[in-house]
């Protein structure tokens, strides 16, 4: 029986010991690889995407999960344990790039997620999960454990390549790399770039007590980063600034700021949405007098990203530490025109618009609307060349889902496709060009999104594509504004971010 992630506590800890135990004595000849393609069926779609956000590590790195196995129960919803991401998907010809972002699970999670709670002591002594390792160390190891979830990708890639399936993984270094295998003649090349998703994989060096945490709320926003802890000797950054440069030799061409919980960075917006809390049972929730601006440890690691060329990426973060982002870059932005360089993008890789989500949400859930980008923030995207990749996510676009039944009739937020393309559409109103010049897609595919009815796996990429061919705003005779969309926008974002 598949597992049902939209269930009360006591039935989702009992089907994940089931899982867990089934796991144990499952035989390894279940756990079949697919039949290797023929590179005759590959096609490469013409308006195939670059997805600006995806997981295809994070179940390699928590279950095990290979590349090139079958993956049953793939379907609507948050996909916990299957894997979206897998060989077959990609051979519809629909992706031609990613960025591949390495999240490492936060470990307040096992404080502040109260059915997981009672779950780690009876996962963690399972032998073969290792989740002792899996789960953020809360220490400079931290990046270590995002090292090697990168080492596990890329040595997955590097089997895939050797079955010979008709399709190259390439990861690229940079970005002549990364275009490069766009460019590839014979079609049949897949460009793969890291990516990092939260703060946190930079490493905590002395996480912030909660009676820290209590004085830098009675100082208010524009005091709380004296209360930064002072880490080592010299400059309390410098840890974290080594570990950027590390990641950026590694290939890492963008950073995720923030994720569900405050690091030593930046403070987060919500990220998960009221229905989805209920399965981990997650209580917290954003408030805006917990908006913050950066720390100074941020502040410093923002601007080496804009020195280096790695992509600032604003999803999950606090309103007013973007805005400050927004600032920096405009100083960045100055410099680098007075030398002929274009500006460095800044993005959204996977969010929707303020606008469109308190359309549908009609004030049920005002203040996770902080998570979708403002009229405000679309124009400042726009300045800097930037782009925001809109989420194949229900509740993030509409503010609304299936599983809200009280709130919402379910049957209206089953299917996603429709609510992405006007998402697109709100937030190329808003540019002063209009020329979907600031748009892109972020689908989150295995990073335990609730993915819509219509948009949970790659190949149901081709219906987005095709939707978008059909509506006469996007498609127009003499214009590329698809093929923007789906990948020429988020290539431009890299070219000028990366490196």
């Known amino acids: 029986m598949p597992l049902n992630f939209k269930t009360n506590r006591k039935q989702f800890i009992s089907q994940v010991a089931m899982l867990a135990a089934g796991l144990t004595v499952m035989p390894k000849s279940l756990l079949r690889a697919a039949t290797p393609l023929d590179d005759r069926d590959f096609t490469m779609n013409e308006c195939a995407i670059i997805d600006m956000h995806c997981h295809p590590s994070m179940k390699m790195f928590l279950w095990g999960k290979k590349f090139w196995n079958a993956h049953w129960s793939v379907g609507k919803g948050d996909n916990l344990f299957p894997m979206q991401e897998n ?25 502040e997620w109260h059915t997981l709670k009672a779950l780690y002591p009876i996962l963690k002594v399972i032998p073969f999960l290792g989740l002792n390792e899996k789960i ?42 990364y275009e490069a295998a766009l460019d590839d003649v014979s079609g049949k090349t897949i460009a793969i770039a890291h990516a990092i998703e939260g703060g946190h994989a930079l490493g905590r060096d002395l996480p912030i007590s909660h009676e820290r945490q209590q004085k830098m709320a009675a100082a208010g926003a524009k005091r709380q980063r004296m209360f930064v802890p002072h880490l ?89 530490a973007r805005h400050q982002v927004f600032l920096l870059n405009r100083e960045v932005t100055k410099k680098r025109m007075d030398k002929g360089k274009n500006p460095r ?5 996977h969010t929707g618009a303020q606008q469109i989500y308190e359309y549908y949400d009609q004030g049920h859930y005002p203040f996770y609307k902080a998570y979708c980008a403002s009229d405000e923030e679309i124009a400042l995207i726009e300045e800097c060349n930037g782009v925001i990749g809109v989420i194949a996510e229900d509740f993030w676009l509409t503010g609304a889902d299936a599983n809200l039944k009280k709130e919402f009739r379910p049957a209206q937020f089953r299917d996603g496709i429709s609510y ?76 000028d971010g990366w490196g």
């Open 87 to 111: 060989e077959r998907q990609f051979s519809f010809g629909n992706v031609r790039g990613i960025m591949a972002a390495h999240y490492l699970l936060e470990a307040a999670t096992e404080r």
């Open 136 to 177: 953020e160390h809360e220490d400079p190891t931290n990046f270590d454990q995002v090292m090697k979830m990168i080492t596990i990708l890329e040595g997955q890639m590097d089997e895939e390549n050797k079955r010979n399936t008709g399709i190259t993984y390439k990861i690229a270094k940079n970005f002549a790399e």
């Open 232 to 320: 080592s000797p010299g400059d309390p950054w410098d840890p974290y600034i080594t570990n950027l440069l590390k990641f950026h030799e590694k290939g890492v061409c963008l950073m995720t700021l923030s994720h569900f919980f405050r690091n030593d960075l930046v403070y987060p917006v919500d990220g998960i949405s009221p229905d989805a809390k209920k399965t981990p049972g997650m209580a917290w929730e954003y408030t805006p007098d917990q908006d913050r601006e950066l720390t100074v440890i941020g502040e410093k690691v923002v601007e080496k990203m804009l020195e280096i060329g790695m992509v600032v990426d604003l999803t999950h973060t606090a309103p007013m």
């Open 345 to 349: 993008p800044v993005v959204f890789t």
């Open 420 to 495: 992405i393309i006007q998402t697109m559409k709100y937030i190329n109103s808003k540019t002063e060009k209009k020329r979907f010049d600031n748009i892109g897609i972020g689908t989150d595919f295995d990073g335990l999104a609730d993915n819509p009815k219509d948009l949970y796996k790659n190949k149901q990429i081709k219906d987005l594509i095709d939707a978008m061919k059909r509506d006469p705003e996007l498609n127009i005779e003499g214009e590329d504004f698809i093929s923007k969309i789906t990948y020429k926008n988020a290539k431009r974002v890299l070219k």
